[in-house]
């Protein structure tokens, strides 16, 4: 490894997530690269496929991959990624990662586990009294296996020391961007960022992923199209009675229905939906927390703090401040939702 390039190995096995391995490599191979758009441009970083053996190995997706080189020949690394997918939680893949894990990550600078890759990293128990986080699925389940594991079961990613753990499958992504800002400033990791088309800092937590989400998979056809409706008309009259009027239902018929389709009383779903929506507005300074406010169907800007710091913990100005881009804040326009 040169000065000049640090080197992340990414470990490779059958049953493994195929984006938890590509997506941060991709997020390092465009990290200070003067040109992405030729192959001879180099940047900081040179990535390592390291495999159980030097045998292809399948992802879950079925997408098959060639490691570079096995555990027992890795190089020295300046970082260590561990993906996740059903075969990181398979006990021999697992007791193979932990008994390597356990002789090298002291001897690495970061190690990373993506997913439900904390699986062979908790094993180990290099991970015992501190924080983590993995996949919102399987919170439970690692925090059951693992008790000595603080499980943080909101955050995208966690930095305890030299051990990094990220949440589902695309937090791995986040986690990657955030490494390199560390190693290259904000700068270069907003370039990468800008690259992958994605944010530098995602808002909020897991939660707010999972949820709604899960309120999607949980709704009955009947309240599919409703629910979409919603969500492109923050602005609208939602209320209960305006609902049911849009559902041909009488408010308590419609109310008790919703709640069972979707998983959440109607007010507290469009709540969920108009914070939601607020949080991602405010990564962006072109618009004022009234205006945002306004465009998702608070009248009241002062009701919209109050609930918006009882849903994240910070009031909108701070949450803007921690995430958003340096434009100036102007007025909002009248076309916004």
Known sequence: MTSTRRRIGVIGFDGANSLDIIGPVEAFANAGRADCTTRASRGAYETCLIGLTMQPFTTESGVRLTPDTRLADAPRLDTLIVPGGWGVREAGTVSTLAAWLQDHALRIRRVVSVCTGIYALAATGLLDGRR????????????????????????????????????????????????????????????????????????????????????????????????????????????????????????????????????????????????????????SRGVTVEGIARSVGYQNADVFRRRFERRFGVTPTSYRARFSSAEPAVAAPDSLN
Not at 231 to 255: E, I, Q
Request: with cysteine; hydrophobic share 45%.
């Open 132 to 283: 983590a986080t993995t996949h919102w699925r399987f919170f439970d389940d690692v925090a059951q296996r693992f008790p000595r594991v603080q499980v943080d079961r909101d955050a995208l990613f966690v930095k305890d020391g030299r051990f990094y753990t990220s949440g589902g499958i695309t937090a791995g992504i986040d986690l990657a961007l955030a490494l390199i800002e560390e190693d290259l400033g904000p700068r270069t990791a907003l370039e990468v960022a800008r690259e992958l088309v994605m944010y530098l800092k995602r808002p909020g937590g897991q939660a707010q992923f999972s949820e709604p989400l899960r309120h999607q998979a949980r709704t009955s056809d009947s309240f599919a199209e409703l629910v979409a409706w919603i969500c492109g008309h923050l602005r609208a009259d939602l209320s209960v009675a305006a609902l049911a009027r849009r559902a041909c239902m009488s408010p308590r018929n419609f109310g008790r229905r919703f709640a069972a389709a979707v998983g959440a009383p109607p007010a507290q779903f469009v709540e969920q939906a108009r914070l939601a929506a607020a949080s991602e507005r405010l990564l």
